[in-house]
């Protein structure tokens, strides 16, 4: 049963997150292991089916009220707002959904656990297995995010709020976190361009750190594909794209063990 926030609403300033993030609020994961990432990999096999299929528009922008989530198969969308979002998530979230409009974007969904995103899984419901970057039950404390992709620009971009269950530095998002949604955000795109990758190589620099409870922008790019060789660059930015928290490298290979 889904327990949690009344969907269309907006949270109350509250918690660590708002208090440290004055100039904008903000919040995010790292390397999973080999078995989780083949799942979450086979996931995005689906999601690019979904990219094919979902009509324009997606589900209802976040101002409109309704008492249930967005479910598929009875799982819980969990890109869709929840109380738990800042103002900046909701904002880009908004842009973003409006831009999918036109059929340009599409709005990925995300559920808790790989394997929702595979039609017909036997063991669908039987698992324990939690996505890594959606492991923690409640709203806000983790990772809050939601991915667009746009397949002529062969772009994918996460808008991310990181949570307190998250620090690194005092106040600030771990960096294994920040190098989780580079991951997730290159591989992500990888996977909706040439089918299932792992990654082989990722080279971040980070530039500035990501105040827990602010908003971020992770916006990737596939640059070239070479054989089994997907080039991808990504940089993490802040909602207003006045700062760049990151800027990375990632090179993932097509594989068909996945
Ligand atoms: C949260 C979001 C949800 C939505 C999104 C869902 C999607 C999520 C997306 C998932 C994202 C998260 C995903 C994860 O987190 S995946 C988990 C982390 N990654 C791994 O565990 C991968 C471990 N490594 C391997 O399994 C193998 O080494 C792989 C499969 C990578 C290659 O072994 P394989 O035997 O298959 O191939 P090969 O060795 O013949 O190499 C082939 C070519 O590649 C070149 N090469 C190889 N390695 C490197 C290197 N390090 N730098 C530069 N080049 C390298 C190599 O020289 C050769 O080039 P060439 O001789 O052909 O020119």
């Not at 971009?157 to 269950?165: A, R, S």
Request: net charge positive.
């Amino acid at each position: 049963m889904y327990v949690g926030v009344t969907w269309g609403t907006r949270a109350p300033a509250k918690s660590t997150s708002d208090r440290l993030s004055a100039g904008g609020n903000d919040r995010h994961t790292s390397a999973a292991m080999l078995s989780i990432c083949a799942r979450h990999t086979r996931g995005g096999i689906y999601l690019c089916n979904y990219l094919t299929t979902q009509r324009a528009g997606g589900p209802a922008p976040c101002h409109v009220s309704t008492s249930q989530p967005s479910l598929s198969k009875g799982h819980r969308d969990y890109s869709l707002p929840n109380a738990s979002w800042s103002q900046n998530l909701q904002d880009l979230y908004n842009k973003y959904q409006e831009l999918t409009k036109n059929g340009d974007w599409k709005r990925l969904p995300s559920y808790n656990t790989s394997v929702h995103h595979r039609e017909g899984d036997p063991m669908d419901g039987e698992r324990e297995n939690r996505l890594f970057t959606r492991n923690l039950d409640k709203d806000g404390v983790g990772l809050e995010y939601c991915m667009f992709y746009n397949k002529a620009e062969k772009r994918m971009v996460c808008i991310f709020q990181p949570g307190p269950y998250l620090e690194g530095p005092p106040g600030f998002l771990h960096g294994g976190c920040t190098a989780t949604m580079i991951d997730s955000t290159a591989g992500g795109g990888a996977v909706c361009t040439v089918g299932p990758v792992f990654t082989a190589n990722l080279n971040i620099d980070y530039r500035n750190p990501i105040l827990l409870g602010s908003t971020a922008i992770a916006d990737s790019t596939v640059e070239k594909v070479d054989g089994r060789k997907v080039y991808t660059r990504c940089t993490v930015r802040g909602h207003d794209d006045k700062v760049v928290y990151a800027e990375a490298t990632g090179l993932f290979i097509k594989s068909s063990n996945l």
